[in-house]
């Protein structure tokens, strides 16, 4: 089992473009996240997906939207970049039963927004 | 402002000794975790303590809680090199939304 990916590894913007963030995961889990984090600080929730169908703003929703594409996949868009969103984001998976809370993670995607 | 908060922010230790790290949360919750971040890293799923717990024990780690303080603590007994990382709490308001605190960033000193 792969866990959950994540694509791309690294990236770089100018203000203005957009991009897609894609996760998937092989552990038929339900609930996926998207979080971020900045330099020398902790994760931000930024959307996350309860079960497939439902997603949900965390605690930095703004400048980002979400696609639970299907139960495997959840995919984070920035629609026009900026330099406040240069980050390194993560995207988690847990089961989503009661009970089990621990979440994987994936490896990662480093963006800068110039 | 986010759930967890951990305190130290940073803490700087000798190989050997024990390292305690401090989680505070505002909301109730069914449960707390604990996470390490290696540098440059995805997290790793290190306990979880349930909130009629108050004790829980891997390895060389131990956890508490304390409902009624909302706190939680971490101890790392017989410290290693391969601790040094970041150490974050995460809880929630829901059980789907987990948020994690700012992070303890342990380092040991050999």
């Known amino acids: 089992n792969a866990g959950v990916t994540q694509t791309p590894k690294f990236q770089v913007l100018k203000t203005g473009q957009s991009m897609t963030l894609q996760c998937a995961q092989d552990?038929?889990?339900?609930?996926m996240y998207w979080y971020r984090q900045d330099p020398g600080m902790g994760l931000r929730l930024i959307y996350y997906s309860a079960s497939e169908g439902t997603t949900d703003k965390g605690e930095v929703p703004n400048g980002y939207n979400v696609s639970r594409l299907n139960k495997r996949e959840f995919s984070l868009r920035l629609e026009s970049a900026a330099p406040s969103q240069t980050s390194v984001y993560f995207c988690a998976s847990r089961t989503g039963l009661a009970g089990e809370d621990t979440q994987y993670f994936g490896p990662g995607t480093r963006l800068t927004v110039l | 402002s986010q759930q967890g908060e951990e305190d130290p922010q940073a803490l700087s230790i000798q190989e050997g000794e024990n390292a305690t790290m401090n989680c505070s949360y505002k909301t109730s919750i069914n449960n707390l975790q604990w996470y390490r971040q290696n540098s440059g890293r995805g997290l790793v799923h290190l306990i979880l303590i349930r909130s009629n717990e108050r004790e829980k024990h891997s390895g060389r780690l131990r956890v508490t809680l304390d409902t009624s303080k909302k706190s939680s603590s971490l101890l790392i007994t017989a410290s290693r090199a391969a601790d040094t990382a970041s150490y974050f709490c995460a809880t929630g308001p829901i059980p789907s939304k987990i948020i994690f605190g700012s992070g303890t960033r342990l380092s040991i000193r050999p």
């Open positions: 552990m038929n889990h339900n609930s």
